[in-house]
Every structure is written in C-alpha cells, then in structure tokens.
C-alpha cells in the first residue's frame, strides 16, 4: 500500500470509554460533518473520534488521491492507547477506503458499519458525483446549500460549506480522475469482520443498490444490509434520528 499521512483527529465522548469508534467522512466532505453520529455514539458510551481524509479540512495533501492511498492513511489510523477499532464507520469514499484498510489489516477493526458506500462507481454513478463536486465547488455560500438541502440541520449546512472551503478542489478531482476503474469490490469480498451497510434509498439516490449490493452481499456472509427509507446518498445528514437507530442497532 501507499505511504501513509498522519491524518487530523476531533473527537466526542469519554476517552475512558470502553468501546472506540472512527468516523471516516465522505469526498469533498470532513471529520467535523460527522458530528451527529461521533454524538450519538458518544451519548451511547463510545468515544468516537471523527479524521479528515488527505485534501481535505486540516489533512495533508499529496499527490495520491487512489483509493488506496486513502485505506493505507486509515490502516495506520488507530486508537490513541493503540490496539484496534470496536467499530469503523465509513460514509461513500470513507466507506471504500475503509474498506480498503479492513480488508489489508485484519486487526484493524472488529467491526465495519459503511453508509452508502462507493464500493465500485462507474457510468451514471460516476458522473453524477463528478457534477456534484463541481457544483459545490462552484458556488460556495450558505444560502445555496440552503436551498439544496433546506431539511439538513443548520450545523450540516454551515459544516458543508466550511468542508468545501476547506478541501483542495485539486484533489476532489484527482480522486474521481486517478480512480478509474473505481472498484474496491474485491476488498470487500475479502473482508473478515462483521460488516453492515446502511444503503441510502434507491427512490431518492443511492450508490449502493441493485445488482451492485447483491453482488456485494452475496460474496460475502459477513456483509449484511438495511435501508434508511427517504434518505439519499448523506442519509445521516437527510435522517438523521434513522440513521443513528440503525447504527446504533448495527453495533450491538
């Protein structure tokens, strides 16, 4: 694997706590955009600690944006007191590139909750995240996430424009241009812990679905699924109260 970057850290809960969770964010987003579940855990007696990948918020930059540069910074990502993760929740490039890093150290995680995954992107898929990026890149005020998301809460709106400000525009492209093709699906045939996905709904958008989920599933008896109805691809920003019930169900 790549070299990896010390990633930065913010954190929710006790550092006492008995069970230890990472928060991997998604492309062009941040650690802090992780807020409602790094809180949620930490209400739920985790201490969750939330990393901003390489080009993005205060993470440093490279020339390497594959996916595998991200699994191997994640890999080497662990618990302050060291040993391993209880629980590793990764959001769409989080959950490939965490996917990535459980799959090359089997001790890194005992456990994998992926929201959305971008386990293999391509054709449709691929271009609608492309024109997605460059639109929030574009046009960087409040008020237009506003109108995109007017259900989000206003801390996922005021954070989502800090993320995008915060991003190199540079590496938010390079991660769609150096992945292709972007396909991580032999990683997640081979991942030996417990892992659950929590897919978006196909009705409002969903990367994970179809043929690709069942493929995915079926490869791998470790991988199991539930479905947070009305929620698109940030589905712990678009319902956030499911989203949180159905993690906290999964690591039980």
């Known amino acids: 694997m790549p070299a990896p970057l010390p990633l930065p850290r913010i954190a929710w809960g006790s550092p006492t706590a008995p069970r230890r969770a990472l928060l991997v964010h998604g492309l062009g987003s941040s650690g802090a955009l992780m807020w409602r579940l790094g809180d949620a855990l930490a209400d739920a007696g985790w201490h969750a600690t939330a990393v901003d990948l390489r080009g993005h918020g205060d993470a440093p930059r490279s020339l390497d944006y594959s996916v595998a540069a991200y699994?191997?910074?994640?890999?080497?990502?662990?618990?302050?007191?060291?040993?391993?993760?209880?629980?590793?929740?990764?959001?769409?490039?989080?959950?490939?590139?965490?996917?990535v890093a459980a799959a090359s150290e089997s001790a890194w995680t005992r456990r994998l909750v992926l929201i959305d995954p971008a386990i293999h992107v391509n054709g449709r898929d691929a271009g609608i995240v492309r024109r997605s990026q460059e639109r929030a890149f574009a046009d960087t005020r409040l008020e237009v996430v506003q109108q995109e998301h007017p259900h989000w809460h206003p801390q996922d709106q005021?954070?989502?424009?800090?993320?995008?400000?915060?991003?190199s525009?540079?590496?938010?492209?390079?991660?769609?241009?150096?992945?292709?093709?972007?396909?991580?699906?032999?990683?997640a045939a081979a991942l030996a812990v417990p892992t659950h996905v929590l897919g978006a709904d196909p009705a409002v958008y969903s990367i994970f679905t179809g043929d690709l989920a069942d493929e995915v599933l079926s490869a791998n008896p470790l991988i199991t699924m539930s479905i947070v109805?009305?929620?698109?691809?940030?589905?712990?920003?678009?319902?956030?109260?499911?989203?949180?019930?159905?993690?906290?169900?999964?690591?039980?």
């Open 71 to 99: 699994g191997a910074d994640l890999a080497a990502t662990l618990p302050s007191d060291g040993g391993s993760w209880d629980a590793v929740i990764g959001h769409s490039l989080g959950g490939a590139a965490s996917t």
């Open 158 to 167: 005021e954070l989502k424009v800090d993320a995008v400000l915060r991003a």
């Open 169 to 187: 525009a540079w590496a938010v492209e390079q991660t769609s241009v150096q992945n292709q093709p972007w396909d991580v699906r032999a990683a």
């Open 229 to 252: 109805a009305g929620a698109g691809h940030s589905l712990h920003r678009d319902k956030p109260e499911e989203s949180v019930r159905q993690l906290l169900e999964a690591l039980k």
